[in-house]
């Protein structure tokens, strides 16, 4: 049984203050919709450097202490697509956009009228509730399903 595989590293966060979400209205055409900043992990990077560097792309802040809240992960060619999830409400610098999306302050209320991103209901579960820590889809035949654990 082989025991590697190649593996794409990426991180999200969940930037929060007061009652309110910071959230990007993503531009590109794979996760349209609105969705949480993050990027890809570069090279000999290490996984809370990745986060706090592509938040500061995405949103001109500067995080402060991300904690790590979870992982979401997907299957593709050759290997699997890990997605290191973090949260964070503390947070200095001024708020601009990316050529990714505008971003914005959405409050929590506001979600369920706005253009969310595939799986970002999921997604925040596993982020916000202690007894979760996955968010995984699993792919059976041509139907991808979510599993949370």
């Known amino acids: 049984m082989k025991r590697t595989e190649q593996v794409e590293l990426t991180v999200l966060c969940l930037v929060q203050h007061e009652d309110a979400y910071l959230l990007q209205d993503r531009i590109k055409k794979d996760w349209q919709g609105y969705t949480l900043p993050g990027g890809h992990v570069e090279a000999g990077e ?5 986060v706090v560097r592509e938040i500061k792309e995405e949103t001109g802040l500067t995080v402060l202490n991300p904690t790590l809240c979870g992982i979401k992960q997907f299957p593709i060619e050759g ?3 890990l997605v290191f999830l973090f949260c ?7 708020l601009s956009s ?3 999306g505008r971003m914005y302050w959405i409050k929590k209320e506001e979600l369920p009228g706005i253009n969310l991103a595939s799986g970002f ?3 925040i579960q596993v982020m916000t509730n202690n007894t979760l820590n996955e968010f995984q889809y699993i792919v059976e035949g041509d ?3 979510i599993v949370l654990k």
Do not use: M, P, T
């Not at 964070?88 to 001024?94: I, K, L, S």
């Open 121 to 123: 209901d999921e997604l």
């Open 98 to 100: 990316s050529q990714e």
């Open 79 to 81: 290997g699997r697509y």
């Open 46 to 50: 290490s996984i809370v450097d990745a």
């Open 143 to 145: 139907e991808w399903k």
């Open 88 to 94: 964070a409400d503390q947070f200095e610098g001024e």
